[in-house]
């Protein structure tokens, strides 16, 4: 009997310092990721690379929350803003199953993708200036 995984988010290598408007579904995000065999799968090449934005030098859009991309992005991009970068280990489930996708995706497969954000709705990374003045006011109002 195999045993249940589930969708493994580990942190967040950089955060934006704020945005208006975290992810959800519905919401239209730009990503550039590159896309590996997690080195703890059981299937597949650990650490091999399957995919990237960058090798095409073009951001990846698509809306989150409407089945567009593997489960494991739906779920593990929720409350994300413009400028976080994450570490998405995706389980089989919740990515190409025992299906697997390609010649380079074999099923049983665990996923990782390091994935960074440049866009929701339009919305891109705020200038250093705008982040620095929307952390002084979120500081001013907090000394009311």
């Known amino acids: 009997m195999r045993s249940t995984t589930f969708l493994i988010v580990v942190g967040l290598s950089t955060t934006a310092i704020a945005c208006d408007h975290p992810a959800a579904a519905g919401d239209r995000l730009s990503m550039n990721y590159v896309g590996t065999i997690d080195a703890s799968s059981q299937a597949g090449v650990p650490n091999s690379k399957f995919d990237s934005s960058y090798d ?3 951001a990846f859009d698509f ?3 409407q089945g567009e991309v593997i489960s494991g992005w739906d779920k593990g ?3 994300v ?3 976080d970068s994450k570490v998405l280990i995706i389980p089989p489930e919740d990515g190409y199953g025992d299906e697997g996708a390609g010649a380079d995706i074999p099923g049983g497969a665990t996923l990782n993708f390091q994935v960074s954000v440049e866009a929701i709705n339009d919305e891109h990374v705020a200038s250093a200036d705008d982040a620095k003045e929307k952390v002084n006011n979120a500081l001013l109002r907090g000394k009311r």
């Open 56 to 58: 095409r030098n073009q």
């Open 63 to 65: 809306t989150l929350g």
């Open 81 to 83: 803003c413009p400028g």
């Open 77 to 79: 991009l929720l409350g």
